[in-house]
T-cell receptor, first 114, second 113 residues
Framework: GENVEQHPSTLSVQEGDSAVIKCTYSDSASNYFPWYKQELGKGPQLIID?????GEKKDQRIAVTLNKTAKHFSLHITETQPEDSAVYFCAARGGGTSYGKLTFGQGTILTVHP | EAQVTQNPRYLITVTGKKLTVTCSQN?????MSWYRQDPGLGLRQIYY???????DKGDVPEGYKVSRKEKRNFPLILESPSPNQTSLYFC????????????FGPGTRLTVL
């Protein structure tokens, strides 16, 4: 089955700096890659996603890039703010008969210092 | 308000005592799923359902059962809970594969003694 590896497990930045979180996946048939943000005591919330026919997607300060050949995708947050502090998860959706399955990475705890 | 609700939010139980965690969504979503979250392991999918009466195993289905008798509800059943099922559980739903955004519930923290 699909395996998703996420790095780093913790990331500490100063307000205004950029943050980058990277994920790799194993199943070349995977075709959908969402990123979720989880704040303390809450369920994960989708912040951005990308499909396998797109190489990059941007939404204000957040961008995601996908390299299908290398099977990795990354989340980029620019001009970080203290409210960006949270746990971030990447995920990959299987292809073919596994299209209902969503496999998550281990999570990255992002701390933005004022 | 569009939402996914879970009950109970917190539960402490003992080994072997059957329990059910309910999940309900009011968005007419076709797809529903259960995950467990453990430190260092991220979220792992237990079961998912593409529509009424259609359920499939995720990555960690052992020790769990689900049912999807109606579109809005997707209960998670632990027939004989064990301590290794102590975890934070999330239910999620999405409109369907055409719209992949999954909406998560607030979570259920389960402790099995």
């Amino acid at each position: 089955g699909e395996n998703v590896e996420q790095h780093p497990s913790t990331l500490s930045v100063q307000e205004g700096d950029s943050a980058v979180i990277k994920c790799t996946y194993s199943d070349s048939a995977s075709n959908y890659f969402p990123w979720y943000k989880q704040e303390l005591g809450k369920g994960p919330q989708l912040i951005i996603d990308i499909r396998s026919n797109v190489g990059e997607k941007k939404d204000q300060r957040i961008a995601v890039t996908l390299n299908k050949t290398a099977k990795h995708f990354s989340l980029h947050i620019t001009e970080t703010q203290p409210e960006d502090s949270a746990v971030y998860f990447c995920a990959a959706r299987g292809g073919g008969t596994s299209y209902g399955k969503l496999t998550f990475g281990q999570g990255t705890i992002l701390t933005v210092h004022p | 308000e569009a939402q996914v609700t879970q009950n109970p939010r917190y539960l402490i139980t003992v080994t072997g005592k059957k329990l059910t965690v309910t999940c309900s969504q009011n968005m007419n979503h076709e797809y529903m799923s259960w995950y467990r979250q453990d430190p260092g392991l991220g979220l792992r999918q237990i079961y998912y359902s593409m529509n009424v009466e259609v359920t499939d195993k995720g990555d960690v289905p052992e020790g769990y059962k689900v049912s999807r008798k109606e579109k809005r509800n997707f209960p998670l059943i632990l027939e004989s809970p064990s301590p290794n099922q102590t975890s934070l559980y999330f239910c999620a739903s999405s409109l369907g594969l055409a719209s992949d955004t999954q909406y998560f519930g607030p979570g259920t923290r389960l402790t099995v003694l």
